[in-house]
Nanobody, 121 residues
Framework: QVQLVESGGGLVQPGGSLRLSCAASGIIFSINAMGWYRQAPGKQRELVATITSGGSTNYADSVKGRFTISRDNAKNTVYLQMNALKPEDTAVYYC???????????????WGQGTQVTVSS
C-alpha cells in the first residue's frame, strides 16, 4: 500500500522559513507529478506548487518568489522550502503525488495526511 508521509510543519514568526518534506513509501513503479496544496480554515483547498518528474515547476501567484518546490526521485520525496512566510500562509499543507503502483499501474493521485503551518507573532 502506497503512503505519503509529510513532516516539517510548525509555528513560525512572520518573515521566517520552514521546509516541508513528503516521502512516498510502498511498492512504487513510478511517480509522475508531485505537489503541495493547502487549506486554511473556512476556505477551499488550493494549489501551492507542483513539480513534474522532469523537474518542471508551477506555483500559485501568492507564493511565487517565496516558495521553492523540489524533489529527490531516488528518495521518492518532494520538498517545499517556504521563505518570507506571512500570516496568510497559515494552513494545513497537503502533499499530493500521482503514483503508479501494483494497485494502480496507470497511476493514482495519493494524498498525505496534512501538516499544520502556522505563521504568527
Amino acid at each position: 500500500q502506497v503512503q505519503l508521509v509529510e513532516s516539517g510543519g510548525g509555528l513560525v514568526q512572520p518573515g521566517g522559513s520552514l521546509r516541508l518534506s513528503c516521502a512516498a513509501s510502498g511498492i512504487i513503479f513510478s511517480i509522475n507529478a508531485m505537489g503541495w496544496y493547502r487549506q486554511a480554515p473556512g476556505k477551499q483547498r488550493e494549489l501551492v506548487a507542483t513539480i513534474t518528474s522532469g523537474g518542471s515547476t508551477n506555483y500559485a501567484d501568492s507564493v511565487k518568489g517565496r516558495f521553492t518546490i523540489s524533489r529527490d526521485n531516488a528518495k521518492n520525496t518532494v520538498y517545499l522550502q517556504m521563505n518570507a512566510l506571512k500570516p496568510e500562509d497559515t494552513a494545513v499543507y497537503y502533499c499530493n503525488a500521482d503514483i503508479a503502483s501494483y494497485s494502480y499501474p496507470k497511476g493514482y493521485a495519493h494524498w498525505g495526511q496534512g501538516t499544520q503551518v502556522t505563521v504568527s507573532s
